[in-house]
């Protein structure tokens, strides 16, 4: 008998039930937002707050050509987040809605889960509305405004790629009727956040990253392409919900997609109860791990794993 455990009549402008693997205790809501976790309007910045979001655009523009997706490049350039200062999400939001229906919402910080899928399912991107400061400029551990809109708004002006987006929340729902947000997690994360694309013949150097984690920062943009460190295996829906990930050091292992049809194609137009029912509670791979069923691109050394990561001093690249 085929289950469906997000009925067809769901409805999706309502605030799910947070199912019991949501994390939602340890985050206590700020006094200013209510139910739906936005603030009532973006924040002002200073002087020298604008002034650092053009540092950092400037500093990721010296390694992204080359290295990011052109879907992503396209994106940035269409929506001109290099005018100069934090954007406006207002005019942002007006200028997504024209090509792909999507909005930036400010957000304090990171969100219940059941929150985030929310708004996602209906088109609203909810972005951390701070900015990092100059002693965390090079590294962050909450999505700023740097991280959200300069990592993860210029995708959005991509057509499919906007769609997965707002199913990856609409998706949300059956995880948590399932009780398998982690699983549905490590899919956001090796895609989203730290996905990379083949562009052209992988003989013709046509690796790109497409993953807002990736692209946020200069570091991780270099290490996930050129690194011998890392391993680069072609994405499998199955395996990538079995595998655990770092939250604090550059990935062991990218996942990578030819293209974004084929993404879409590999989650949304698949039910996934039979999965949910297979999968156990917790993580079945080891994030450094290669196994049987794996495409391997690249077979990576983890030499800077094993020197010891972030802090060890260990060279990424
Ligand atoms: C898997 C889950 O959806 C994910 O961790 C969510 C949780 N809450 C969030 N909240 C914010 N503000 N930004 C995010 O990217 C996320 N990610
Ligand atoms: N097709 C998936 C939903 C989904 C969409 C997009 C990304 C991930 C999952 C399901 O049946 O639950
Ligand atoms: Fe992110």
Known sequence: ???????????????????????????????????????????????????????????????????????????????????????????????????TGWSVVP????????????????????????????????????PDVFHDVFGHVPM???????????????????????NRLKALGALYWYTVEFGLILEGPEEADGLRAYGAGILSGPTETVFSIEAQSPNRIMLNVDRVMRTDYVIDDLQPTYFVIENFGELYHDTVDRDFDRLYRALGPGFTYANSAVIDVDDVLHRGTQEYALRGGRGSGAKPV
């Open 1 to 99: 008998m085929l289950t469906h455990a997000t009925p067809p009549e769901t409805d999706f402008t309502r605030l799910p039930d947070p199912g019991p693997d949501v994390f939602t205790a340890p985050l206590q809501r700020p006094a200013e937002v209510g139910e739906d976790w936005l603030e009532p309007a973006q924040r002002q910045y200073s002087a020298e707050e604008h002034r650092i979001w053009d540092d950092l655009y400037a500093r990721q523009m010296q390694v992204l050509p080359g290295r990011a997706a052109s879907a992503f490049l396209a994106g940035l350039e269409r929506l001109d987040l290099g005018r100069g200062g934090v954007p406006d999400f207002a005019r942002l939001s007006e200028e997504l809605s024209g090509l």
């Open 107 to 142: 957000v304090p910080m990171l969100i219940p889960d059941h929150v985030f899928f929310w708004h996602l399912a209906n088109r609203r991107f909810p972005a951390g509305n701070f900015i990092r400061t100059r002693e965390t400029f090079d590294y962050i551990q909450e």
């Open 156 to 178: 959005l002006t991509d057509p499919t790629f906007a769609d997965y987006m707002q199913e990856y929340g609409r998706a949300g729902w059956k995880a948590m009727r399932y």
